[in-house]
């Protein structure tokens, strides 16, 4: 039982170029979100997913899409990355959505942008 | 308008009691977190306390809520070395909002 999985753990990109991470749960949960984490700020939420086949917008969507693959996987997808999306970004899930339920974190994705 | 605030940083001496305070704007918050963020790590549950209770001990740990102020508390007793990490504080309404994180330094 891994919990919640990332990939990758460290990435540099340039100004332009898009990428996908990846993120996978094995603990049959419902909800999984996107975050993302900058120095002083806390964590955002990005975009999240209440059920498979459901996507919904965070605080803070521009610049990113998101899919749920399937139950177990949720992926983020920058398409032209950006100076500012440099970040951490941690993906969560949780039985439900609503808060009620304990979020699972990842170890997290280290991003730049040069 | 949702917002939790904390301070940025706390400086403990190992052995002594920290305590690491949250304030949050949302009176209609069911549940109030504290998240525990060690270096080059993921965010990991601490402690939770319901809307309508005023305290919750567990261990080491003493949460304190004053919904009046609507003033949230960690306190960690006999701090150790292992504490030293980021401590989040969030609010649930419909979702997760995260407090910006103190950071907990224990020094010998």
């Known amino acids: 039982n891994a919990g919640v999985t990332q990939t990758p753990k460290f990435q540099v990109l340039k100004t332009g170029q898009s990428m996908t991470l990846q993120c996978a749960q094995d603990?049959?949960?419902?909800?999984m979100y996107w975050y993302r984490q900058d120095p002083g700020m806390g964590l955002r939420l990005i975009y999240y997913?209440?059920?498979?086949?459901?996507?919904d917008k965070g605080e803070v969507p521009n610049g990113y899409n998101v899919s749920r693959l399937n139950k177990r996987e949720f992926s983020l997808r920058l398409e032209s990355a950006a100076p500012s999306q440099t970040s951490v970004y941690f993906c969560?899930?949780?039985?439900?959505?609503?808060?009620?339920?304990?979020?699972?974190f990842g170890p997290g994705t280290r991003l730049t942008v040069l | 308008g949702e917002d939790v605030e904390q301070s940025l940083f706390l400086s403990v001496r190992e052995g002594d009691s920290s305590v690491i305070n949250c304030t949050y704007t949302?009176?209609?918050?069911?549940?109030l977190y504290w998240y525990k963020q060690e270096p080059g790590a993921g965010l990991q549950l601490l402690t939770y306390?319901?809307?309508?209770?005023d305290m919750k001990q567990d261990q080491r740990l003493t949460v304190l809520l004053n919904k009046k102020d609507k003033h949230l508390s960690l306190r960690i007793a006999d701090t150790q070395t292992g504490d030293s990490a980021i401590y989040f504080c969030?609010?649930?309404?419909?979702?997760?909002?995260f407090g910006t994180g103190t950071r907990l330094q224990v020094f010998p």
């Open positions: 969560a899930s949780s039985l439900w959505t609503g808060g009620t339920d304990t979020q699972y």
């Open positions: 603990m049959n949960h419902n909800s």
């Open positions: 997913s209440a059920s498979e086949g459901t996507t």
């Open positions: 949302d009176s209609s918050s069911t549940y």
């Open positions: 306390i319901f809307s309508n209770m």
């Open positions: 969030a609010e649930v309404t419909d979702k997760l909002i």
